[in-house]
């Protein structure tokens, strides 16, 4: 059974960059055609797909976010993490990783304020 759990800061200051890394166990993100995705939900709001990146390593954005997104991997330690760049408060957010949208993390909050 795969499972998925995201780690990072819980308080980011607006302007600055969100980094967050999800750690797979139970399955290899390099195997075949699996699709590991970054999804976040605003309080009060419902849930925004943010981007995935592939067993390929292709990544693939949402056109609402892409100038601010980037998805990347680290293969050896079967990792892959989300950096978003210039946040402001309205990035304040639970965020979730997650495995073709069926394997789901636990959710991490962050929280962008000064």
């Known amino acids: 059974q795969v499972q998925l759990q995201e780690s990072g800061p819980g308080l980011v200051k607006p302007s600055q960059t969100l980094s967050l890394t999800c750690t797979v166990s139970?399955?290899?993100?390099?195997?075949?055609?699996?699709?590991w995705s970054w999804i976040r939900q605003p309080p009060g709001k419902g849930l925004e797909w943010i981007g995935y990146?592939?067993?390929?390593?292709?990544?693939y954005y949402s056109p609402s976010l892409k100038s601010r997104t980037s998805i990347s991997r680290d293969t050896s330690n079967n990792q892959f993490s989300l950096q978003l760049s210039s946040v402001t408060p309205e990035d304040t957010a639970v965020y979730y990783c997650?495995?073709?949208?069926?394997?789901w993390g636990q959710g991490t909050q962050v929280t962008v304020s000064s």
């Open positions: 139970g399955g290899s993100i390099t195997t075949n055609y699996y699709y």
């Open positions: 997650a495995r073709d949208l069926l394997d």
């Open positions: 990146i592939a067993y390929s390593g292709s990544t």
